[in-house]
């Protein structure tokens, strides 16, 4: 599936949750990734045991299309995984505050 596939299934896209082990890589740096602009949020894992890409070149490539990212939420040693959330700085809708409390609404998002 492709980001334009997915855009064609919402009528308002606001969060993009992306944990597909490696292919945020993909999505970031790849043709469709003006399409990230149409998201309000989207929170990530990285990996780059897996990929080899920078969590800095993807940040800065998020940061390129008008995303503000967050530390990280998470870190997952283990996996050698990081959790980002980013929020389009172009979008009025809702705080970074606001959507950490709707995430620990839903504990099934919260990785523990």
Do not use: W
Request: charged share 25%.
């Amino acid at each position: 599936m492709t980001l334009g596939d997915l855009l064609g299934m919402v009528e308002d896209p606001y969060l993009l949750k992306m944990d597909c082990e490696s292919c945020e890589a993909q999505v970031i740096l790849g043709p469709e990734r003006e399409r990230l602009k149409a998201f309000e949020h989207i929170i990530f894992e990285t990996h780059l045991h897996i990929t080899g890409v920078s969590n800095d070149k993807l940040l800065a490539s998020l940061k390129e299309l008008g995303f503000e990212c967050r530390p990280p939420l998470l870190y997952g040693s283990k996996l050698h995984a990081s959790t980002y959330h980013c929020k389009n700085s172009t979008s009025k809708r809702l705080s970074y505050h606001s959507l950490a409390e709707d995430i620990t609404a839903f504990p099934c998002l919260i990785k523990t």
